[in-house]
């Protein structure tokens, strides 16, 4: 946090360039409507997807092919490796330094995603918690052999029942998190989280949210699903399980491997399979705009209103921005 926030300080000093956060659902369209915003704006894409940071999990993922990402620079794809662990912290650790050089070169930093956390620690810093205790760490990994993970969601469940309705049943790291900071001061992280506030925003920052109406989102979400079987998620998920990444890695866990890694098991049909990712990305595409509706300083629009988005961001930037150091690429 500390790196972070030495840099938005320095970026204060010299009239900072600000940030454009472009939030929105899964199958929205982000991906498109950033590389189109880039042509019109001197802005370098950062990304804000939680799952696109992993090296090897292309389809799944729906990472910008490499011709877009060719077309305008991409940031913080391909940075971890499946067993990797990566949440929110790192995120912020990998985005600061990347922020920083793009506005250092006098581009707009356009960060690109649904993961709403991520979006949050970036612009509002990360909720204070206790270091981590090597001792009661160790305790918990042992608890976890000898009990099951399950044992230690249910010990969630029960000091941090908030917290746990939040975070799946396999997520081990943020469980073992959680019940850490409880152990360390008796306090639930939901509860610190709460005391946070995160009130005080580190840099200018102009937030985007884009949309479709409900029935055309949940179209484009079973269209993605069907073009990623076609396109071989099936052999995408075989392959990372070939290579040692066993099916209860967070990242495995995730949309689209979790089923597929289930039906190679035998466990379900490669239907069911098919039927659960819709049906699943359906509930996350709902979760996700419940989020940022919740921010109101996210401007709201229809995907599709590109001129629209183009023209507040463009008059936002003249607001915020020292006059001279950003200007608008012309077509």
Not at 75 to 86: A, N, R, T
Request: net charge neutral; hydrophobic share 40%; with cysteine.
């Amino acid at each position: 946090m500390s790196r972070f926030s030495d840099f938005s300080k320095e970026a204060e000093q010299r009239g900072a360039i600000p940030l454009i956060l472009l939030a929105g659902p899964t199958a929205a369209g982000k991906t498109s409507l950033s590389i189109e915003l880039c042509a019109r704006i001197s802005a370098e894409i950062v990304n804000a997807d939680s799952m696109q940071v992993y090296r090897r999990m292309e389809i799944g993922t729906a990472k910008p092919t490499l011709e877009q990402r060719r077309i305008v620079p991409h940031h913080l794809i391909d940075v971890v490796d499946p067993d990797e662990p990566f949440d929110a912290a790192r995120y912020l650790s990998f985005a600061g330094p990347v922020i920083e050089d793009i506005q250092k070169r006098g581009k707009l930093p356009l960060v690109v995603g649904g993961a709403g956390l991520y979006m949050k620690v970036l612009t509002l810093g990360l909720c204070p918690g206790p270091p981590s205790d090597p001792e009661v760490k160790r305790r918990l990994i042992a608890d976890e052999k000898s009990k099951g993970l399950g044992q230690l969601y249910g010990d969630l469940l029960r000091i941090d029942p908030e917290l746990a309705a939040r975070i799946h049943p396999n997520d081990r790291q943020r469980i073992i998190r959680a019940l850490e900071v409880f152990y360390l001061g008796a306090v639930p992280l939901s509860t610190l989280q709460k005391g946070h506030g995160f009130k005080e925003q580190l840099l200018p920052t102009i937030k985007v949210f884009i949309s479709r109406e409900r029935e055309v989102l949940y179209e484009r979400i079973n269209r993605r699903v069907d073009r990623m079987i076609e396109s071989g998620l099936k052999d995408e998920v075989e392959g990372l399980l070939a290579m040692g990444y066993p099916a209860e890695l967070k990242s495995m866990q995730s949309l689209g491997y979790r089923q597929i890694a289930a039906h190679i098991e035998g466990a379900i049909s490669i239907h069911e399979a098919v039927c659960q990712i819709k049906r699943d990305t359906r509930r996350y595409a709902k979760r996700q705009i419940t989020w940022f509706r919740g921010d109101r300083e996210f401007r709201p629009f229809e995907a599709d209103d590109v001129e629209g988005i183009h023209d507040y961001i463009r008059r936002a930037i003249e607001q915020l921005s020292t006059p001279g150091m950003v200007h608008e690429n012309t077509r």
